[in-house]
């Protein structure tokens, strides 16, 4: 299958972004007109990780969020369940593990911080995800959640979700090995919870304090929490 619905079966998901892995990187920069490296480096700095701490990325890909994260100093883990993205990020020099972000491969209690950028819309389950990201977090750790949203300016709100529904495919078609996923990602972003009804889902899944800074008008948020110590 080339193209996930919205009701998420994981096999299609994972085959989804095997399809895609080969240009995914080029692709997301010409579609956010190179606004996905600003994204990046706000994640890096809101999660503010330290030298020598341990800490996931989830939903990784070709992980190049994942080579932002490690500048830090910390030693960060690049986990995805598409093997397509992890092969085509393979050149990257970091620690990449295939893994089911509602069944993640670590014991309890393993990471500092843990983090899932513009992934946590493909776990089937994403309430289970974040309780999953939850179990793996030693008590007191950090989760930054950098997502799509919705924007908060009502006019660009408008031409935004035009851009998501027709452009975005239409521009696909040109720079992905994959068009026919970005009509999923466009309709997925669009069925995504705002910013406070995720910030919801996030304190009731194993976390407290959830909020959230918007990034680019709310076309994307950074969600932050923390574990009960």
Same mark, same amino acid.
């Given at each position: 299958?080339?193209? %996930?619905?919205?009701?998420?079966?994981?096999?299609?998901?994972?085959? @989804?972004?095997?399809?895609?892995?080969?240009?995914?990187?080029?692709?997301?920069?010409?579609?956010?007109?190179?606004?996905?490296?600003?994204?990046?480096?706000?994640?890096?700095? $809101?999660?503010?990780? #330290?030298?020598? #701490?341990?800490?996931?990325?989830?939903?990784?890909?070709?992980?190049?969020?994942?080579?932002?994260?490690?500048?830090?100093?910390?030693?960060?883990?690049?986990?995805?369940?598409?093997?397509?993205?992890?092969?085509?990020?393979?050149? $990257?020099?970091?620690?990449?593990?295939?893994?089911?972000? @509602?069944?993640?491969?670590?014991?309890?209690?393993?990471?500092?911080?843990?983090?899932?950028?513009?992934?946590?819309?493909?776990?089937?389950?994403?309430?289970?995800?974040?309780?999953?990201? %939850?179990?793996?977090?030693?008590?007191?750790?950090?989760?930054?959640?950098?997502?799509?949203?919705?924007?908060?300016?009502?006019?660009?709100?408008?031409?935004?979700?035009?851009?998501? @529904?027709?452009?975005?495919?239409?521009?696909?078609?040109?720079?992905?090995?994959?068009?026919?996923?970005?009509?999923?990602?466009?309709?997925?972003?669009?069925?995504?919870?705002? #910013?406070?009804?995720?910030?919801?889902?996030?304190?009731?899944?194993?976390?407290?304090?959830?909020?959230? #800074?918007?990034?680019?008008?709310?076309?994307?948020?950074?969600?932050?929490?923390?574990?009960?110590?």
């Amino acid at each position: 299958m080339s193209r %996930a619905d919205l009701t998420k079966n994981p096999r299609d998901v994972a085959s @989804m972004f095997d399809g895609v892995g080969k240009n995914y990187d080029i692709t997301n920069t010409v579609l956010t007109g190179g606004i996905d490296h600003y994204w990046r480096v706000r994640t890096a700095k $809101r999660l503010n990780l #330290q030298p020598g #701490q341990k800490a996931l990325d989830l939903a990784a890909g070709t992980a190049v969020s994942t080579v932002e994260l490690t500048k830090s100093g910390a030693y960060v883990v690049a986990c995805d369940f598409s093997r397509g993205m992890l092969k085509a990020g393979a050149h $990257r020099d970091v620690p990449k593990v295939c893994g089911d972000g @509602m069944q993640l491969p670590f014991p309890d209690n393993t990471f500092d911080s843990v983090t899932i950028s513009f992934g946590l819309r493909n776990i089937v389950d994403y309430k289970a995800g974040l309780a999953e990201l %939850a179990r793996v977090t030693k008590p007191g750790g950090q989760l930054t959640v950098c997502e799509f949203s919705t924007p908060v300016v009502p006019v660009f709100s408008t031409f935004y979700k035009e851009y998501l @529904m027709r452009a975005l495919p239409q521009i696909a078609k040109v720079v992905s090995s994959n068009p026919e996923a970005y009509v999923y990602l466009a309709e997925s972003i669009r069925a995504w919870p705002n #910013q406070a009804e995720l910030a919801r889902d996030i304190n009731a899944s194993g976390w407290v304090d959830a909020g959230w #800074q918007n990034l680019t008008f709310g076309i994307a948020a950074l969600h932050s929490a923390t574990k009960p110590a």
